[in-house]
């Protein structure tokens, strides 16, 4: 059984920094990709940033120059550090884990909201 644990949530201040983690204990294989959604309420989960396992990465542009996707394969552990925080950024953030196109696993999610 897979599980995704997201932890580094909070409130913030405009303007502030929050780093996200995402661990998945006990799994001893690597995952092809990690990566981190968001979802606002009234709004469809939207994409934030992907990694694959050999460290690529892709942003939406919404965040791209605010925050990095970082991994740990060794520890299957996958980071989102923000910056620069918005009060746009205000969402409930998700973790993403995926093996090959077709199977995925989802975190349960962490509060993130930004203050003005």
């Known amino acids: 059984q897979v599980q995704l644990v997201e932890s580094g949530g909070g409130l913030v201040q405009a303007g502030g920094s929050l780093r996200l983690s995402c661990a998945a204990p006990g799994i001893t294989f690597s995952f092809d990709a990690m990566g981190w959604y968001r979802q606002a309420p009234g709004i469809q989960r939207e994409l934030v940033g992907t990694i694959s396992r050999g460290g690529s990465t892709d942003y939406a542009d919404s965040v791209k120059g605010r925050f990095t996707i970082s991994r740990d394969n060794a520890n299957n552990t996958v980071y989102l550090q923000m910056n620069s925080l918005e009060p746009e950024d205000t969402a409930v953030y998700y973790c993403?884990?995926?093996?090959?196109?077709?199977?995925?696993?989802w975190g349960r999610g962490t509060q993130v909201t930004v203050s003005s």
């Open positions: 993403n884990a995926r093996i090959g196109r077709t199977i995925t696993y």
